[in-house]
C-alpha cells in the first residue's frame, strides 16, 4: 500500500502526540472521525505503526548518563554474530545495538547512572560478550537533538 497525505500527516502527528483522541486528531486533519479510526487502524495492521509507547525521561529514572559503545569482532562469521546479537539484547541497560558498516562492526546507545554504574555495566555483561576484539566507548556530554519521529 502507498501512503496518501492524509496518512503521512496522520502518522506524522501519531510520532509526536500518540496520546490524541481519534475526534482531535480527525479534526485536524479535516476527516471525519470513523474515516479517520478506519485509516489508523488500517496502518496498525499493515504495520506502518509498530506500537505505542511512553517515553520516560533517563534524569529522572536515575540514567542520565549516555554511552556510546563501538565494538569489533574476531571475525564476521555468521555464528559469531548470532551469538554476539542474542547476548547483547539480554543487557538490559543496552537501548540500541546496530549492526554497521564502518571502523566498528556494531556500535550500542547504552544508559548508565553515572561512570561507576558503566565500569559495572562494562565489567558484568561487556567483557563477556562472545567475539569480541576491541571495544570503544564514547560518553555524550550533552543531547543536543533527540526525536523518536521519522520524516513523513
Same mark, same amino acid.
Given at each position: 500500500m502507498s501512503l496518501d497525505l492524509n496518512d503521512r500527516r496522520l502518522l506524522a502527528i $501519531?510520532?509526536?502526540? @500518540?496520546? &490524541?483522541?481519534?475526534?482531535e486528531l480527525a479534526?485536524?486533519?479535516?476527516?471525519s472521525a470513523s474515516?479517520?479510526?478506519?485509516?489508523?487502524?488500517? $496502518?496498525?495492521?499493515? @504495520?506502518? &505503526?509498530k506500537g505505542?509507547?511512553?517515553?520516560?525521561?533517563a534524569r529522572k529514572m536515575g540514567v542520565p548518563a549516555t554511552v556510546f559503545v563501538e565494538i569489533t569482532l574476531n571475525t564476521q562469521a555468521d555464528e559469531v554474530l548470532e551469538s554476539f546479537e542474542k547476548a547483547v539484547a539480554r543487557i538490559p541497560d543496552v537501548l540500541e545495538c546496530h549492526l554497521t558498516a564502518g571502523s566498528a562492526d556494531y556500535i550500542l546507545k547504552i544508559?548508565?547512572?553515572d561512570t561507576e554504574?558503566?565500569?559495572?555495566?562494562?565489567?558484568?555483561?561487556?567483557?563477556?560478550?562472545?567475539g569480541v576484539a576491541k571495544m570503544q566507548s564514547s560518553f555524550a556530554l550533552?543531547?543536543?537533538?533527540k526525536t523518536t519521529a521519522l520524516p513523513v
Amino acid at each position: 500500500m502507498s501512503l496518501d497525505l492524509n496518512d503521512r500527516r496522520l502518522l506524522a502527528i $501519531l510520532q509526536k502526540r @500518540g496520546r &490524541i483522541s481519534n475526534a482531535e486528531l480527525a479534526d485536524e486533519i479535516n476527516l471525519s472521525a470513523s474515516a479517520c479510526h478506519r485509516r489508523v487502524q488500517r $496502518l496498525e495492521t499493515e @504495520g506502518y &505503526i509498530k506500537g505505542y509507547v511512553a517515553l520516560l525521561d533517563a534524569r529522572k529514572m536515575g540514567v542520565p548518563a549516555t554511552v556510546f559503545v563501538e565494538i569489533t569482532l574476531n571475525t564476521q562469521a555468521d555464528e559469531v554474530l548470532e551469538s554476539f546479537e542474542k547476548a547483547v539484547a539480554r543487557i538490559p541497560d543496552v537501548l540500541e545495538c546496530h549492526l554497521t558498516a564502518g571502523s566498528a562492526d556494531y556500535i550500542l546507545k547504552i544508559v548508565a547512572e553515572d561512570t561507576e554504574d558503566f565500569a559495572r555495566i562494562h565489567r558484568q555483561y561487556l567483557t563477556r560478550l562472545p567475539g569480541v576484539a576491541k571495544m570503544q566507548s564514547s560518553f555524550a556530554l550533552r543531547t543536543v537533538f533527540k526525536t523518536t519521529a521519522l520524516p513523513v
